[in-house]
């Protein structure tokens, strides 16, 4: 069975930092791309960051470059984003997604991922 679980959210002040945690299972980590993905109050679902095990290749959202870093333990299946720097604007549900082919340019698109994680809370506190 394929699973994906975040964790790692919370509440943090503005100018904090928070590191979320997706553990992958049930499927070959290194063949999948990793996204992670957020949706705020009455906002759609965007693309916040993305990773590729076959060639180390990474993507961020404009919103997000210089503050977040996604990076990959596959020793543990685990994908993880630190981010830095959180503002209000970046409260929101944050979920993982796992996909079994490079979305290239197209990596911010909710569709082109199979699989989902059920989301980590994370609450900025101006």
């Known amino acids: 069975e394929v699973q994906l679980v975040e964790s790692g959210g919370g509440l943090v002040q503005a100018g904090g930092s928070l590191r979320l945690s997706c553990a992958a299972s049930?499927?070959?980590?290194?063949?999948?791309?990793i996204g992670w993905f957020r949706q705020g109050p009455g906002k759609e679902r965007e693309g916040v960051s993305v990773?590729?095990?076959?060639?180390?290749?990474?993507y961020y959202a404009d919103s997000v470059k210089g503050r977040f870093t996604i990076s990959s333990d596959n020793a543990k299946n685990t994908v993880y984003l630190q981010m830095n720097s959180l503002k209000p604007d970046d409260a929101a549900v944050y979920y993982c997604?796992?996909?079994?082919?490079?979305?290239?340019?197209?990596?911010?698109?909710?569709?082109?991922?199979?699989?989902w994680g059920q989301g980590t809370q994370v609450t900025v506190s101006s």
């Open positions: 997604a796992a996909s079994p082919w490079w979305p290239g340019t197209m990596w911010n698109r909710s569709g082109r991922y199979e699989y």
């Open positions: 049930g499927f070959t980590f290194d063949d999948y791309v």
């Open positions: 990773i590729s095990h076959r060639g180390g290749g990474t």
